[in-house]
């Protein structure tokens, strides 16, 4: 028995050409992108954490693979977990731990809360400041939903320390600079600031040591993308204690 195209047959022949040779070309591609972590990416990160070791970590991943682009998203850490929820971004780095059964959290590191002040402040010339050593201080404080400002106004109240705040602010570099400037002691976390203005110190608060948790969320049950995989692991990898 013979089988012969039709006339139609011969027609569509070169059209179905084309598509067996587009699905091998997208299924080389996809091989491709598993086998070299390539392709577009987007991730949530809260602010802060971009002004420490993340765009170090970011430059390396870009060293590694330097055909992928990433997307960040700047958001809060509120809005870090619903940007993961929502598959606005592939995964996210936030500083407060979610609950939430559909999400995975991984804490990668613990950062302490430390004092910068000016370096004539009364507190400058000192290795270490206990929170109750705060009372009657002007304080730079954070505002907005900053999961810094919750940590330590809690830390605050359990030191029954009537705080005396003379600045409210959203940014840390806010912050730092009114602090420069004379106007009080701004509380931050230690990795916020690794290149340190010479007119100000930085003090570790102890009694208690406080810090804030730095976390990697993602979606319970599903597999990240090569290229964000590579990136994932790459912040476990480095984003290690202070």
Same mark, same amino acid.
Do not use: C, N
């Given at each position: 028995r013979t089988v012969a195209l039709t006339s139609i047959g011969r027609e569509f022949l070169p059209e179905a050409q084309r598509m067996v040779d587009a699905v091998d070309r997208s299924f080389e591609r996809l091989k491709t992108m598993s086998r070299f972590s390539t392709g577009d990416i987007t991730i949530a990160s809260v602010p802060s954490l971009m002004y420490g070791r993340? /765009? !170090?970590i970011l !430059?390396?991943?870009? =060293?590694r693979h330097p055909n992928n682009r990433v997307?960040?998203?700047d958001r809060t850490? =509120?809005?870090?977990?619903?940007?993961? !929820?929502?598959?606005? @971004?592939e995964f996210g780095l936030h500083v407060q731990p979610p609950n939430q059964q559909d999400l995975h959290n991984e804490i990668l590191v613990r950062d302490p809360f430390v004092v910068y002040c000016r370096n004539d402040? /009364?507190? @400058?010339? !000192?290795? =270490?400041? @206990?929170? @109750?050593?705060l009372a009657g201080h002007d304080l730079i404080t954070l505002g907005g939903s900053s999961g810094n400002r919750l940590?330590?106004?809690a830390q605050l109240s359990r030191s029954?320390?009537?705080v005396k705040t003379k600045f409210v602010v959203e940014y840390f570099s806010s912050a730092i600079g009114l602090a420069s400037e004379g106007l009080g002691i701004a509380i931050l976390v230690q990795s916020l600031v690794e290149n340190l203005r010479a007119d100000l110190a930085q003090i570790p608060l102890v009694d /208690?040591?406080?810090?804030r948790p730095v976390s990697l969320i993602r979606r319970r049950g599903e597999t990240l993308t090569p290229a964000a995989q590579a990136l994932y692991n790459l912040i476990v990898r480095e984003l290690g204690p202070l």
């Open positions: 993340l /765009p !170090r !430059r390396s991943y870009a =060293t997307e960040i998203l850490s =509120t809005l870090v977990i619903e940007a993961v !929820r929502r598959r606005q @971004a402040h /009364p507190l @400058a010339g !000192r290795e =270490t400041i @206990a929170w @109750a050593d940590l330590m106004e029954g320390i009537e /208690p040591i406080v810090d």
